[in-house]
């Protein structure tokens, strides 16, 4: 119930195209659902996220779209540059008090010229 | 605004030694401070939780008495690895949850600290 589900592992978008990451959840009283990039040997990096009271969210480039009753949101990243190229896990958690967060596995993104 | 950084950024101990690694949150005040560790291309595995002022809640299957983590004040969390050995290699990384005001729900993660156990 506290897993969430992050495909695909990998993935490699030529520059200039749209990355799409897809996540999935069991648990519904998650309502909290950030985006991390992380670059090789540093700490992941708050991107966006978003809250089950509306479906989409952008940000620049970066884009989430939520789907409640699916139980499933995605990050697109638009326009993909070659310094997108990292890491990015999906998170979910439940707000107030000291509830941790549950990360999806890891999507690797190689973004090519 | 919110900071997170951790000291040292790389170590390499000797077996059987004992190192402490430092998460400081710069610019505000940290209700609840976590621990990660982190394999490579692994995601990222909670060890503990922290909050000020009170015994950190461990994971499961993660040793209290070899890491030991210490939460002195709101910007203030160390874990210390004790008795380190080979298998304790790798990337921790701690990060901190604001206290009070806005985005209270995310977690700004600290670079990281690379240990290595020889």
């Known amino acids: 119930q506290q897993q969430v589900k992050q495909s695909p592992q990998s993935l490699i978008v030529q520059k200039g195209g749209i990355s799409i990451i897809n996540c999935a959840y069991e648990?519904?009283?998650?309502?909290?659902f950030p985006w991390y990039q992380q670059f090789p040997g540093k700490g992941p990096a708050l991107l966006i996220a978003?809250?089950?009271?509306?479906s989409e969210k952008k940000e620049g480039r970066f884009t989430i779209s939520f789907n409640k009753s699916a139980k499933q949101f995605s990050l697109h990243i638009m326009d993909s540059q070659p310094g997108d190229s990292a890491t990015y896990f999906c998170?979910?958690?439940?707000?107030?008090?000291?509830?941790?967060?549950?990360f999806g596995t890891g999507t690797k993104l190689q973004v090519i010229p | 605004g919110a900071v997170v950084s951790q000291h040292p950024s790389r170590v390499i101990c000797k077996s059987g030694t004992s190192v402490k690694i430092e998460c400081r949150s710069l610019?505000?005040?940290?209700?609840?401070m976590f621990w990660y560790r982190q394999f490579p291309k692994q995601s990222l595995m909670l060890m503990a939780t922290?909050?000020?002022?009170?015994?950190?809640?461990?994971e499961q299957g993660v040793e209290k008495d070899k890491f030991l983590i210490n939460h002195a004040s709101l910007t203030l969390s160390t874990l210390t690895v004790t008795s380190a050995h080979p298998e304790d290699s790798s990337f921790y990384i701690c990060?901190?949850?604001?206290?009070?005001?806005?985005?209270?729900?995310?977690?700004?993660f600290g670079p990281g600290t690379r240990l290595t156990v020889l």
């Open positions: 648990n519904t009283a998650f309502d909290y």
């Open positions: 990060s901190a949850r604001k206290r009070g005001g806005k985005n209270t729900d995310t977690q700004y």
């Open positions: 978003i809250r089950p009271d509306v």
């Open positions: 998170a979910a958690s439940i707000s107030g008090g000291y509830q941790k967060v549950t």
């Open positions: 610019d505000f005040q940290a209700t609840t």
């Open positions: 922290s909050n000020e002022g009170s015994k950190a809640t461990y």
